[in-house]
């Protein structure tokens, strides 16, 4: 499988491919039974977390507001859009099972492979490989993603990782990290490690085996975890919570309080920029929105920001009519955003209406190597170096992601306003020289905006939180305020009991401003 076409099939199931791209899909399906069995596989886990978004602690973020809905008007030649999506919804179990009397089909079937993994200690494995019963993987680097035939199970595990696929419905975790998302067919799938027996009800969950114990963490629904199948004090578990076990039983559990998606607002102060700081300005729109093209409102504001980001930042004759407020501090992107359009003076008729700052200059990167971005945001987030976009980390219902940002979602890192887990971008090499950056960040319409924009650098160890996701620090060009530290150190605290994201606040990583440009534009 060929990686374009497998990125066509991400933004298929994320609902935001362009007419374009559904006929390259549309032709590849019908000619390609390898893309049809891969889109089979990918539309479990799609279908899972669609599900987990549609629940009530993520509708609450806005009543009126419906997410991941979009009423496309665009038909696909050979089949509609919404016969695609029936076949995928009602035939998704046969589609998985497949036929078995077809000569090389394993229990399971590898999805994608980001680094090096090796079936019985030798064979290297790559998207499309079939897995069969008793087959030993292990990696010492990377992820790889696969789903089970039978069951639909899917599977994203990352190394170091040794790892036995026993049957259709078992397999042995020695080491590593995995995310499991169990469909209903699946419902009784065992996952055995060194220490603990863990049957699925029908969940999503996560689960970390090392040597001297595991942990787990259930995502959705309930799963049991017990030494064996007959252990008479096998703990039952439910979302949310995160228990700790090793040879002798549970050591330690983690109940939540009832996940509150609205995300705090910090204090930062994002006017009256000064000499070392990235400046820029905030963009309203002025039409009214369209309803029923994008979830329930149009992304009007992005497709005003499409010609922009098209020219590598110099054509902005699509920005002339829109409204514009006070000159801009960049202080960074952590937390919501609810009242940045009033904070900022921009006059917005109702708060329908979309808005984007816009970042711009030179900037001094804190080191030479690698580094990435990684984050989200509800709706618009991107990231642009030298005028090309490295990083996209849009909502689904966002225009900018059309533009082909390369992108990869992390549904094992599971931040609950992100459904499909933080988005990274590829790695970008630094010579330590300044480089041009420009930050979009804004939404669609309506007030509950929030984003996290982070980076890492290549070769960087991380301190994790309980659920093993790094805290990779805030994108900074400007060093916080004490004030500030101690209202981002708040929302740090929310995110990790609350939400599940994090970041950090490294000071030896911000990235000195050079040159701003965006007042003089």
Not at 6 to 34: F, I, N, Q, V, W
Not at 261 to 275: C, D, K, W, Y
Not at 478 to 490: Q, W
Not at 502 to 516: G, I, K, N, R, Y
């Amino acid at each position: 499988m060929k990686g374009k076409d497998l990125h066509l099939m991400h933004r298929y199931l994320d609902g935001g491919c362009t007419p374009e791209e559904l006929e390259k899909l549309e032709a590849l399906l019908r000619t390609d039974s390898d893309a049809r069995s891969t889109l089979r596989s990918l539309a479990t886990i799609d279908a899972k977390w669609q599900t987990l978004g549609n629940e009530d602690w993520c509708t609450s973020r806005d009543e009126e507001r419906s997410f991941d809905k979009p009423a496309f008007s665009v038909r696909i030649g050979w089949v509609s859009l919404g016969a695609v999506a029936a076949l995928l919804v009602v035939g998704l179990f046969l589609w998985i099972k497949g036929d078995h009397s077809q000569a090389g089909q394993g229990i399971a079937r590898v999805i994608r492979v980001e680094g090096n993994a090796l079936v019985d200690g030798k064979r290297v494995l790559v998207g499309g490989d079939e897995l069969f019963g008793d087959a030993n993987v292990a990696m010492t680097d990377g992820v790889i993603e696969l789903a089970f035939r039978d069951s639909g199970v899917h599977v994203v595990a990352g190394a170091p990782l040794s790892m036995h696929l026993e049957n259709p419905m078992r397999l042995f975790l020695q080491e590593g990290e995995v995310k499991l998302v169990v469909p209903p067919q699946g419902r009784g799938f065992v996952v055995d490690t060194v220490d603990q027996e863990i049957v699925d009800l029908g969940t999503s969950f996560i689960l970390k085996a090392k040597p001297e114990g595991s942990e787990v963490l259930v995502l959705d629904g309930q799963i049991t975890v017990g030494q064996n199948a007959s252990d008479a004090k096998r703990v039952m578990m439910s979302e949310g919570e995160f228990a700790i076990f090793d040879s002798a039983g549970i050591i330690q559990k983690r109940v939540p309080e009832v996940i509150r998606a609205q995300v705090t607002e910090v204090p930062l102060r994002v006017t009256e920029p000064g000499s070392a700081s990235l400046h820029g300005k905030i963009l309203g729109q002025v039409q009214e929105p369209v309803y029923g093209i994008i979830g329930d409102l149009a992304d009007v504001i992005g497709e005003q920001m499409l010609p922009l980001l098209r020219s590598g930042f110099q054509d902005q004759s699509s920005l002339t009519t829109l409204k514009t407020g006070k000159p801009l501090r960049f202080a960074g992107i952590a937390g919501g955003f609810p009242t940045l359009p009033a904070r900022t003076g921009l006059e917005l008729d109702t708060t329908d209406l979309g808005w984007v700052a816009w970042y711009s200059g030179r900037v001094v990167p804190p080191r030479k190597g690698r580094y990435r971005f990684w984050g989200y945001a509800d709706n618009h987030l991107l990231v642009a170096i030298d005028g090309k976009p490295v990083f996209e980390g849009s909502r689904n219902d966002s225009l900018l992601t059309t533009i082909g940002v390369p992108r990869m979602n992390n549904p094992a890192l599971p931040c609950l306003i992100a459904r499909a887990g933080f988005a990274n971008g590829p790695w970008v090499e630094s010579n330590g020289e300044s480089v041009q950056i420009d930050i979009l960040f804004g939404e669609i319409g309506r007030v509950l905006t929030s984003g996290l924009l982070l980076i890492e650098w290549e070769g960087e160890t991380y301190e994790e939180t309980f659920w093993g996701q790094p805290r990779w620090p805030l994108f900074l060009t400007e060093a916080p305020e004490e004030t500030e530290l101690a209202g981002l150190e708040s929302l740090r605290l929310q995110l990790e009991s609350e939400i599940m994201g994090s970041f950090s606040v490294a000071l030896d990583a911000v990235w000195a401003v050079e040159e701003t440009q965006v007042a003089s534009r």
